[in-house]
């Protein structure tokens, strides 16, 4: 006999959804608020602008809501099912594009995005390296990627709300520090960083991939 529960729609998603989002409010937990942190973190933004890691969609909305149209991708389709409804919720569904894939490999040419966000991602992901490296090669000259996670105070939080669910939230060794030297390896240099909302948060400037430096070094 099959006890498994019964697959929930869109719609009572998105209400358990709002169930949820609430207890963090109570906590003290602003998620809106945390993402509109983020993204203005970075000051001006060029668009398009490449979401990594959809979740329930707070940093694509944000980013949307600076006028620029977005792509956020994700693995999880049940989860960008509900980030669309938020984002119709918000009246930015017509600026977002959700795609179900991997950003480990994306179909996009080289400099394709004027900017690209990551927020609470990052300790989801086993093998990030393949990740940051497909950032970097979409990133435009000149483009800015911000990269944002929980610092130790907002982990306890998430943990706690979980472990009251039954359940622990799952934690890798990805960090931001991690994050940055994959980064400055790869072309971009440290423009922020900064810490609130439970979140820290860097911000990293792509600079020109044929400078003179790098044209004398290939001769």
Known sequence: MCDSKPKLSPHERLKAFHARNLQYLHLGYDRANAARFVVRAAGELAGPALDIGTGKGFCAIELARMGMTVVSIDVDAEEQEVATLLAEEAGVGDRIRFVHGNAAHLPY?????????????????????????????????????????????????????????????PRTAATLILAQDELLRAGFQEMARTT????????????????????????
């Open 109 to 169: 040419p080289d400099g394709y995005f004027g900017c690209a966000a990551m927020m609470d991602a990052l300790h989801h992901l086993d093998e990030p390296s393949p990740v940051f490296r497909e950032m970097a090669r979409v990133v435009k000259d000149g483009g800015l990627i911000i990269i944002a996670d929980f610092d130790e105070k907002g982990f306890d939080l998430l943990s706690r709300v979980h472990r009251a669910e039954g359940h622990d939230h």
């Open 196 to 219: 609130s909302c439970l979140h820290d948060v860097i911000v990293l400037l792509r600079k020109p991939r044929n400078t003179p430096e790098s044209a004398k070094r290939s001769v």
